[in-house]
């Protein structure tokens, strides 16, 4: 589980925000790029749309 509304669900929760949404942040890097192209491609986007810079 990433997201939940009760932190207690998460290892590492982190507030969203203004919401009432929590969000795991007990992750590697590799694991948060797979997560985040996964968002993107909710959202329609293709995940060549997402860029990382370091």
Not at 10 to 20: A, Q, S, V
């Amino acid at each position: 589980m990433y997201f939940s509304r009760n932190s207690s669900e998460l290892r590492e929760p982190r507030r969203i925000g203004n919401t009432d949404i929590y969000v795991e942040t007990n992750l590697s890097a590799n694991a948060i790029v797979k997560l985040c192209r996964k968002i993107v491609a909710l959202f329609g986007y293709r995940k060549e749309d997402l860029i990382i810079e370091t």
